[in-house]
């Protein structure tokens, strides 16, 4: 056992969060929390970690065992660089690499018996620690981050608060807890860092917690799910997929069997009031109130997974080219990636590539946020655009929910107001809260309330997932599966690109347009990466023929070289019976330094030619 929470309860104020929360986790497990935003699931890690207290209940932990969650990860000095911050994971293994060069240099003047065996010992403890691969681990968990050997050396106060919180999740890795606690950390990542991360934890030889509302991350990753509903915890084993069919089947088992029972309480009930006044049936009236007193009640079933009911639709179809982008080079000071396509009605592109290459960018840039570096690009005829991006939801409004959607729909009836609103989760008192205090998850969906209202026949969004919750991002797809317009964009769910899009646009230094699903763009990926490797292989196994050519060859030339160097060494040691040298010690002290001499190249040579046979032998 890792760690056991029993019947915890937490409340903040008369807000009940959890009211009996339960989780068992054992080694090797890898678990997630799922259930709507707010029910509590970082606040259960908060409370693994002693980062919040429980109101009830009992945590156990067993004093081996070490937690790691992210946001304990702080940088104490931002002026260090980011290698010395990754280095402080391996204190203790650069601790016995100093001992072991401190003993080396013992060793040097010293080779005694126990001298010997103390470097032995030091040396299997480093080899046990992997000390001699730290460096190499450190690299490839930070280099799959979107990070450069440049960045190892800058300091910390350069990067972005999304940068540093990589670098953060960079050094929870490295540090490999026992439980390694993980809320959303597929944000600020892009598609290839988390498909890298997946791998990592799949593979991961420790128990594994995390939150995630990225569904494709979880299926790939999780056996075990704890669905947090109404402050009580349900386990469900298997994936996310699995966990999904398995709540619906509960469900609906559920609500057939207490209709069931409603019938059979019904049936009873009529029975004791026919029959509790009759004299010869008074008996067994009471003896069936006493049955429906003990009958232990099934409520019906209730979720608190509300969906949105949102849809999508244009007033007008506009023209069939809807949009044409030639050689357009977007970015800021300098271009990021040259790109062209052609986007028709109803088509849907979804807009892929690593962070920092332009992708949302260029959605700026077609929407006139900012100005292009080079190249063009032309909408069709009434063509009615609709924007979203992360900043249409960073609302600081002093009106509550209902206001702010009216007053840019002043047109639009209370009714017809109210039912958008309803359709994004704003019901009765909700539509009555203040802007300013909506939630990240809360402002998005306003956001797209107001861009449903709008009804243009091209919608361009940038990462619009962000922030919902699952049942919200499964109801925005919906919406969108029945739009009659076109879509365009950016997005780094990867449930999302597979429902959506129809096309894919890969953004590089130049783009490319694959008229593929995203499934289907992965699968093209797959191949294309295979038929690189064949490639590769061939011209590794054509370059490894050349390679033993050239060490063949070099053979045979260290051969004679030997040969020579013998026959010159036989001559100088010949000299050395001469009178002439024999006689003069200074010329016998040359001669003598020309035969150590000799004798050096000799080995070295011979070295090499022991080498290089070597090699040969194990091909």
């Known amino acids: ?31 997630a929390l799922v259930g709507r935003n707010g029910c509590g699931k970082s606040t259960l890690l908060k409370i693994i970690c002693h980062q919040e207290s429980m109101d009830e209940g009992n945590l ?36 016995i690499e100093n001992q072991l060069n401190q003993q080396a240099k013992v060793l040097e003047t010293n080779s005694s018996e126990k001298e010997l065996e103390k470097y032995a010992l030091l040396q299997h403890k480093f080899e046990s620690l992997n000390g001699y691969n730290y460096e190499v681990e450190l690299k490839n968990v930070f280099f799959h981050f979107q990070f450069t050997q440049e960045d190892l050396k800058k300091q910390l106060c350069e990067f972005s608060s999304g940068q540093k919180t990589r670098i953060a999740l960079v050094k929870l890795l490295l540090s490999k807890p026992d439980v390694l606690l993980l809320d959303e950390p597929t944000n600020h990542l892009d598609l290839e860092s988390i498909e890298w991360l997946e791998n990592y934890i799949q593979h991961y030889p420790s128990a594994v917690i995390l939150v995630s509302h990225d569904r494709m991350f979880l299926d790939h990753v999780i056996d075990e799910v704890i669905e947090i509903e109404f402050g009580r915890t349900t386990r469900y084993v298997g994936n996310y997929s699995h966990y999904v069919k398995a709540k619906e089947e509960y469900l609906i088992k559920n609500h057939d069997a207490y209709i069931r029972q409603q019938q059979e309480i019904q049936r009873l009930e009529t029975l004791i009031e026919k029959f ?126 209902l206001d702010e959607l009216w007053d840019e729909n002043t047109e639009a009836t209370q009714t017809e107001i109210r039912n958008t609103l309803a359709s994004f989760l704003f019901t009765q008192d909700e539509v009555f809260k203040d802007v300013s205090n909506l939630s990240g998850g809360e402002k998005v969906r306003l956001a797209l309330a107001k861009l449903m209202m709008d009804h243009d026949n091209l919608l361009i969004l940038d990462e619009p997932t962000n922030h919902l919750d699952i049942p919200s991002k499964e109801a925005l797809e919906k919406a969108l599966e029945n739009y009659d317009g076109t879509l365009l964009f950016v997005s780094h769910d990867r449930m999302f690109l597979k429902k959506m899009a129809s096309r894919i646009l890969e953004m ?15 699968q093209k990926k797959i191949e294309n990466t295979l038929i690189e490797s064949v490639k590769v292989e061939k011209n590794e196994s054509q370059k490894t023929f050349q390679d033993m050519k050239a060490l063949k060859n070099r053979v045979v030339k260290l051969e004679n070289l030997l040969e020579e160097a013998e ?23 040359q001669l003598n330094e020309c035969i150590d001499l000799k004798h050096n190249e000799i080995n070295s040579l011979m070295k090499e030619w022991e080498e290089k046979m070597q090699i040969l032998e194990e091909h």
């Open 276 to 401: 509790r006044y009759k004299k010869n049936k008074a008996a067994f009236a009471k003896s069936k109130q006493k049955y429906l007193d003990r009958m232990d009640r099934i409520e019906d079933s209730k979720s608190d997974q509300s969906m949105m009911k949102a849809a999508f639709s244009s007033f007008r179809k506009g023209g069939k080219q809807v949009l044409e982008v030639d050689h357009l080079k977007v970015g800021y000071d300098t271009v990021l990636s040259d790109v062209s396509f052609t986007l028709m009605q109803h088509q849907r592109m979804g807009i892929v590539g690593r962070n920092g290459i332009g992708k949302s960018t260029l959605i700026k840039t077609l929407v006139n946020q900012i100005p292009s570096l080079g190249g063009q690009f032309r909408f069709g005829h009434q063509i009615d655009i609709g924007y979203f991006d992360q900043e249409s939801a960073q609302m600081s409004s002093d009106k509550n929910v």
């Open 60 to 95: 156990t932990i067993p004093q081996d065992v070490k937690i790691g969650y992210l946001s304990q990860i702080t940088f104490l000095d931002e002026h260090r660089t980011v290698h010395e911050e990754l280095l402080d994971v391996f204190k203790y293994v650069r601790e």
């Open 508 to 522: 590089d230094q130049e783009s490319k347009v694959y008229d593929l699903t995203y499934e289907e763009y992965c």
């Open 567 to 589: 026959k010159d060494l036989e001559a100088l040691r010949e000299l050395r019976f001469e009178p002439e040298y024999y006689q003069d010690f200074q010329k016998m002290d």
């Open 1 to 31: 056992m890792k760690l056991q929470l029993s019947h915890v309860k937490k409340s903040y104020g008369t807000q009940d969060v959890l009211i009996d929360a339960n989780l068992l986790i054992k080694d090797h497990e890898k678990v």
